[in-house]
């Protein structure tokens, strides 16, 4: 759906988005994460057509966006941070204003097509009201409705919930996944929660470079670079110890506890391999009967640490 190839922006001396390349597929939604400053506003801004690219492609469903902009444009619902309402307009009234914009040409189409983006985005009993007399979460409702016009293929929302109270952030977190069934979505945002509990998909920018992608299992599972083992076993410390000091490629060991003949401990294994089985092989011929054995998992907040902390180091690596 979304081809993007090479993209760079600079202002000047600063580049923004530094020769970044990834695919959208169709039907998903897509998180683009990352702190502030990384870059996801700009990409965005590209993708929608609202900048130019220094260098580089962006290709929406088959149309650059500089080569055939209308075709191009024609296939995305945009929702930038700031949505761009009409205060002194009713809802009805802005909407019927993007419609026509958007290339609706009949009244009586347009009516309709509004009355359907107010059922989608939850604005029922709401139409009649001034922009300015909502609350934060029904005027981003409103730009999602808004967003929703001309029946695009892609919806693109730059912090969607930005300012939200909870209960408002819930209410456009399960709208935006229920957009995922008909769109393909694409959601910025550096709430990690939000990310992980809406996005098929992860797109991780810091400093203007993408530093990985995929789902967030997969994410966590490449960088579990040095897993954490958590176990108890029965016998004494320095058996216990010993024994697990055998197992190649388990480092980093501290007992985190000691009573009654049994001893807890953690160790770290090395970059891809489970060794659970192995500590377990090697405590059973010591004589230490092993009472629990785990291995921890990274979460998406692990993987967005690891990653931003040192993008550089990365890439490099």
């Known amino acids: ?23 959208v597929e169709d039907g998903c939604i897509y998180g683009l994460l990352g702190p502030n400053g990384a870059g996801k ?56 204003f993007v419609a026509e914009l958007k290339g609706v040409r009949k009244k009586a189409e347009r009516r309709t097509a509004v009355e359907k ?53 819930i209410e456009i977190r399960s709208l935006i996944h229920d957009l995922g069934k008909t769109h393909t979505v694409i959601l910025s945002s550096h709430i990690l929660s939000e990310v992980q509990t809406v996005c098929d998909r992860v797109l991780i920018i810091a400093k203007g470079k993408l530093i990985a992608q995929g789902t967030p299992e997969e994410l966590a599972g490449k960088l579990a670079a040095k897993g954490t083992i958590s176990a108890t076993a029965q016998g004494g410390r320095e058996a ?38 192995a500590l377990s092989l ?8 092993v009472l629990t054995l785990s291995a921890e998992s990274m979460s998406l907040e692990d993987v967005f640490l690891q990653l931003t902390e040192h993008p550089e180091e990365k890439e490099e690596a």
């Open 41 to 96: 506003s700009t990409t965005m801004n590209i993708l929608t057509g609202y900048l130019s690219a220094t260098d580089g492609t962006v290709k929406i469903d088959g149309h650059d966006i500089v080569e055939e902009p209308a075709a191009a444009k024609a296939c995305i619902g945009y929702l930038p941070e700031q949505p761009p309402l009409y205060q002194d307009m009713t809802v009805t009234e802005y909407l019927l």
């Open 282 to 289: 090697a405590l059973a011929k010591a004589n230490c009967p």
């Open 1 to 23: 759906m979304i081809e993007v190839t090479h993209l760079t922006k600079r202002y000047g001396k600063h580049t923004a988005v530094d020769d970044i390349s990834f695919t």
């Open 240 to 277: 216990v110890l010993a024994a697990a000091a055998k197992v190649p490629g388990l480092s980093d060991l501290r007992v985190t506890a000691e009573k009654g003949g049994e001893v807890s401990f953690t160790a770290v294994s090395e970059a891809g391999t489970d060794l659970r089985g």
């Open 117 to 169: 983006v107010c059922a989608r985005a939850g604005l029922q009993g709401m139409e009649p009201r001034l922009i300015r007399n909502l609350s934060k979460g029904y005027r981003q409702r409103v730009g999602i409705a808004a967003a929703l016009l001309g029946s695009p293929k892609v919806i693109i929302l730059d912090e969607p919930t930005v300012g939200l109270d909870p209960a408002q952030m």
